[in-house]
């Protein structure tokens, strides 16, 4: 048997660079390219820009939780690891981690799809492709990325960087492209009682947050490899603050570049908005060009879920809370391999579904058992251990109730299929704890 002295370890090479390039791809990817005609749909008109807001305000507020429990707890498997360690003297101390991780095998492969089919969708651009062939598009992207992934650390990196300088070309390109064409008359050319409220404003300010939330996902993506970061808890929270301060800032600018040139009666209904935006200003060339620059930002964010998302079994498993074989490390890179082959083979299953209401299922999906559990463990670690001196929230508890309320607005206006979803997961969940405890 080999022992623990000669187990391969996990290596900390990611610094701030890496670790905010690492949220950033994750948070940006295909998005917002996909999602700008959903929420202006959402709401019937560019007041829809208040759900960016909004969203970027609970972003704000949920990463100060994130970032607190970081510094706390600066360990990989994000959330599961934090669950673990506030609820172990509670009755729920083994029951939420297993929830966590319940939860994740339906939501985390459908996120990561999520950019697959997006990817795949902005190809069809310039490469005409029948459903079919974009489900297999989709497919092929997940072996990709895959395949780039099963290496050292260290190399992982590297690419992180490259993929995300990518990112900040693309982003830099459209935002500037459009404040040279804005038109401020079609921008906010807001519809009679835009703002008038109701029912349906209520209703259509949750879709549009949740929408805006879906687009924000991923500014805590490093909490989930701690254990290859370098000084994790004063790195992991500096870099989730300074991932949700600049992509809210490029969302709101980049929207507002889109919106000005292209009408959104106009830009509601299309399907390539970014392609479609450069190719008024440029001409085809332009809207082949900025698909290729999407495609690469997609990829990147797919790359950044992938390797985050691939650490959450490994480190359950680590603690016995999980299969035992998603605990193995590669011999020579160091690197949880089984649980990265294991992941990857869901998501590209995953690649085979339609991405109608993927979006909807997977945010529902997590608010319950993930976010919210979370607002409640960052409180019991302060109880318990005190503020940590390398991160305190400020105005504590303030952004903890303030990310509380936007979740929970988000869940019951999502629309009765989906919060119902997100309770029936949360209900089989529970059996299959007590079931797997027995056994």
Known sequence: MT?????????????????????MSNMVGVGPFITIPLILAAMGGPQAMLGWILGALIALCDGMVWAELAAAIPS???????????????????????????????????????????????LAYFIPLTPREMKWVAVGVGLLTVLLLYRKISSVGKLMVALWVGMIATILVVMISGFLRFDSRIAFSFPPHAFDFSRGFVLGLGSAMLIAMYDYLGYYSVCYIGDEV???????????????????????TMNLSIIGVVPWKEAMRSQFIASEFMERIYGRAGGVLVTVMIVWTA?????????AYSRIPFAAARDGF?????ARLHPKGGF????????????????????????????TTRILIQFIAQIVAVHLVRKERGAVTTFRMAFYPLPSAVALL???????????????????????????YFIWSRS
């Open 3 to 23: 022992s623990a002295s000669t187990q391969p370890a996990l290596h900390r090479t990611f610094g701030l660079l890496q670790a905010t390039a690492m949220n």
């Open 76 to 122: 990989s498997g994000g959330t599961f690891e934090y669950l673990k360690v506030a609820f172990a003297r509670t009755r729920l101390g083994r029951l939420l981690p297993f929830l966590f991780i319940w939860q994740f095998i339906f939501s985390g492969p459908l996120e990561i799809a999520s950019g697959n089919i997006g990817l795949a969708q902005y």
């Open 230 to 252: 370098k000084n994790p808890s004063r790195t992991v929270p500096r870099s989730i603050l300074i991932s949700v301060i600049v992509v809210a800032a490029i969302y709101l």
């Open 299 to 307: 990829f990147a964010s797919v790359f950044a879920l992938m390797l």
């Open 322 to 326: 999980f299969f035992s074989i998603f």
């Open 336 to 363: 949880p391999h089984v649980s990265l082959l294991a992941l990857g083979a869901v998501v590209i299953g995953a690649g085979f579904f339609s991405l109608d209401a993927v979006i909807k299922a997977l945010i």
């Open 406 to 432: 936007g979740w929970v607005y988000i869940f019951f206006t999502s629309g009765a299929p989906y919060f119902l979803g997100g309770l029936l997961t949360l209900v089989v969940g529970v059996i299959a």
